[in-house]
């Protein structure tokens, strides 16, 4: 079983950045995709970024060109990297891991973290 843990949310104004973790520990067998969802309150949850196991960064429409998916060399951390951050980038943010596609589809995720929240308020 893979266990997933992510960091790294809080509050920020518009307009500014914020870069969340998600460590992944646990037995492998394999290179498996990893992504990023996340929930706002009242909504579903979305898909926002994945890197499959060959390392191709796949970018929701809704943040592509300010949010970066990326991992480290040792490949047991996932990275996103949030720029121009807006109000609608509220939200509950998953780490998520899987061999399934499609990437954006949540049921393609075996694995889930339990979370961090992002605030993007003045």
């Known amino acids: 079983q893979v266990l997933l843990e992510e960091s790294g949310g809080g509050l920020v104004q518009p307009g500014g950045s914020l870069s969340l973790s998600c460590a992944a520990s646990?037995?492998?067998?394999?290179?498996?995709?990893m992504a990023w969802f996340r929930q706002a309150p009242g909504e579903e949850r979305r898909f926002v970024a994945a890197?499959?196991?060959?390392?191709?960064?796949v970018h929701a429409e809704a943040v592509r060109g300010r949010f970066t998916i990326s991992k480290d060399s040792a490949g047991n951390t996932l990275h996103l990297r949030m720029e121009n951050l807006k109000s609608e980038d509220t939200a509950m943010y998953y780490c998520?891991?899987?061999?399934?596609?499609?990437?954006?589809?949540?049921?393609?995720?075996?694995?889930w973290g339990r979370g961090t929240q992002v605030t993007v308020s003045a």
């Open positions: 890197l499959t196991g060959t390392e191709i960064p």
């Open positions: 646990g037995p492998t067998s394999g290179d498996y995709n």
């Open positions: 998520a891991a899987g061999w399934s596609t499609p990437l954006t589809w949540e049921a393609s995720y075996e694995y």
